[in-house]
């Protein structure tokens, strides 16, 4: 796979000939694009909704290869699916989130990968899991393939309104401390789910550090048969990298890292003090739950738990913090204390 950042664009579904020709004709184009997707077999919510045009598109990727040069992904969820797109000469699978979160499915796609040379991008399941991500990691590594990628795409989240998918991007990069031989590809156009908000999402994860991005176009977003509101055209898409700012990773001055290094060491100085402070904390938090214990008491009393929240916030406030890390620090201080 190429090296960084790798932008992956095309449709979300694949649903004509010359659509997806054109589609991918104008990515090339726009000389920004390094890879060509498009979905083939599309797992759908509910049924009933266009499910993908099936194996009769492999030959449409194949001709938009030969015409822009472009090497093609494409998801599946099934041996059959696997071999049909080998077969079409797709250059890289991907495995597709309510793929991900099926362990027999995975085994399948993996069995059926073995003596494959092909790399394969793995997106992350659905709920927020980990270990789920990491199994199927696992399983597909297993099977012999050498080239794995991730793709994170978000997470479901009952109630989630600002997000199709919430980006918890905390677990996207402990995936990528745990995996830091491969690329981390960032998917804004799941996670957002409408146009307007895909740029701050990608330059979120480029500012991360990603390895690339995985951005639905088309050639005329509001009439696609899948996810309309989150497609843009290829123009939009050259115009939004361009606009990005691609932050280096490092840089090679000595200045700069040693600048870096003294405020890193302040960091860890201050890190040092807030263990010490929040262990005494525990202990004094665990004496309050044996007394109240001994004595009967519930673990909770409103009254007191107001006043911290009170005295949290008032305090927090003058110190310059924000009211949403206020509202997780007293949150966890009220999980310590109940315990
Ligand atoms: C897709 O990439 O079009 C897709 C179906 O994505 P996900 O598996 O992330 O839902
Ligand atoms: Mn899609």
């Not at 919430?166 to 996670?191: G, Q, V, Y």
Request: aromatic share 6%; net charge neutral.
């Amino acid at each position: 796979m190429q090296g960084r950042p790798l932008i992956i664009s095309g449709p979300c579904s694949a649903e004509t000939e010359a659509q997806l020709l054109e589609t991918a004709t104008l990515l090339a184009q726009t000389g920004k694009v390094h890879m060509l997707r498009a979905g083939i077999w599309k797992p759908r919510t509910k049924p009933g909704m266009f499910e993908g045009v099936g194996s009769v598109g492999l030959p449409w990727l194949q001709k938009a290869k030969q015409q822009t040069g472009l090497p093609t992904t494409v998801e599946v969820a099934t041996a059959r699916q696997l071999e049909d797109a080998l077969r079409h000469e797709v250059d890289v699978i991907w495995i597709g989130a309510r793929t991900t979160v099926n362990p027999f499915s995975v085994q399948e796609v993996a069995d059926a990968l073995r003596g494959t040379q092909v790399p394969v991008l793995i997106k992350n399941p659905i709920n927020p899991d980990l270990d789920l991500w990491m199994g199927a990691v696992e399983r597909i590594a297993r099977a012999g393939v050498q080239q794995i990628g991730l793709i994170h795409r978000g997470f479901s989240a009952y109630g989630n309104t600002e997000y199709r998918n919430a980006p918890m991007w905390h677990l996207a990069i402990e995936m990528k401390r745990r995996n830091p031989e491969m690329l981390m590809i960032n998917d804004p156009s799941h996670i957002g789910g409408r146009r307007n908000i895909l740029a701050d999402i990608a330059q979120k994860a480029i500012d991360l550090d990603f390895d690339g991005l995985m951005i639905e176009s088309h050639v005329n977003p509001d009439e696609a048969w899948s996810d309309a509101k989150q497609q843009i055209t290829p123009a939009q898409l050259q115009a939004m990298l361009e606009a990005m700012v691609w932050r280096k990773e490092n840089i090679d001055s000595s200045a700069f890292h040693a600048a870096l290094e003294a405020l890193r060491q302040q960091i860890n100085h201050l890190d040092d003090e807030l263990l010490q402070l929040l262990s005494q904390r525990m202990k004094i938090a665990e004496q309050i739950g044996t007394y109240k214990k001994e004595n009967e008491i519930t673990i909770l009393q409103t009254n007191r738990w107001n006043e911290i929240l009170e005295r949290a916030f008032q305090r927090g406030e003058q110190a310059g913090l924000i009211p949403a890390i206020l509202m997780q620090c007293t949150w966890k201080a009220s999980v310590i204390k109940t315990k």
